[in-house]
């Protein structure tokens, strides 16, 4: 693409190494917690490389904006809250082991107050009054304990090889219900609108759905909102697009 994707500045899961070895459910929990978290990833990325570029006359577009922070904001609360309250015990009970998941506990507390300053902005900011570089400051001050959690949680995840493999599977599916259990109109174009189904060559079916799912979020759930998924840095059917205000190019020396 001609300018900066949402692959940056903070970077991507890399799974292909263990996504296809079914020895154990580890790798498969490990390959789709991967895959939702790049589509975290690329939301942050989309916040960050847009959040500066939109006219500031333009209330229409930072208005949409400051809609599509809100709603990443809130999946990601939605996220991590479904991990504390029910599948972060329910491992730590699969493994015998109180306190497995508590780096992982303790890495949400390290970027919460940055996330929620965050999340504060884009709820109650005017579109009047909008600033791209305070939206840009507010990412910095989070993102990167976020990034390093996104990963290194992967990594958790896979060591859990050491347990019953159907146990884990079961954990996860518990997981999977929770996060599905939203508001489709905020979150399920979103989910949908940063999943890049080329990614790894293409080897990653997410998320799971029989191929008429994408036209139903985007002809029904994708309505409501449609303003902010121009934000998105992939279609509802999971192809890569350029962003809607991509950073200028640098002009060579």
């Known amino acids: 693409m001609a300018h900066p994707w949402a692959d940056q500045p903070y970077t991507l899961i890399q799974m292909k190494a263990f996504s296809q070895d079914s020895s154990h459910s580890a790798n498969y929990v490990a ?3 991967a895959l939702a978290h790049n589509g975290i990833l690329r939301g942050l990325n989309s916040i960050y490389l847009q959040c500066t570029n939109i006219p500031p006359k333009d209330l229409v577009s930072i208005k949409d904006f400051l809609t599509y922070c809100q709603c990443w904001s809130e999946s990601m609360h939605h996220h991590h809250d479904a991990e504390e309250s029910t599948f972060f015990p329910t491992i730590e009970k699969v493994a015998g082991t109180p306190g497995l998941m508590a780096q992982n506990v303790e890495q949400h507390a390290a970027f919460t107050p940055g996330f929620e300053a965050f999340h504060e902005y884009a709820r109650t900011c005017n579109a009047k009054e909008y600033d791209g570089q305070k939206m840009r400051g507010l990412v910095e001050a989070f993102a990167e304990p976020l ?6 949680e992967i990594e958790t995840l896979r060591d859990l090889r050491e347990y019953d493999s159907e146990t884990v599977r ?6 999977e219900k929770i996060l599905m259990d939203t508001d489709s109109f905020r979150i399920a174009p979103l989910v949908f609108g940063t999943a890049d189904r ?11 759905v029989p191929f008429f799912v994408p036209s139903v979020i985007y002809y029904v ?3 409501r909102y449609r303003g902010a998924w121009r934000f998105n840095p992939c279609t509802m059917w ?16």
Do not use: C, V, W
């Open 31 to 33: 390959t789709q917690m």
């Open 147 to 152: 990034r390093k959690h996104l990963h290194e």
């Open 170 to 175: 079961q954990a996860y599916k518990q997981l």
């Open 198 to 208: 080329h990614y790894e060559g293409g080897i990653h079916n997410f998320p799971p």
């Open 221 to 223: 759930f994708g309505f």
């Open 238 to 253: 999971r192809d890569r697009k350029e962003l809607a205000f991509p950073e200028k190019l640098k002009a060579s020396a």
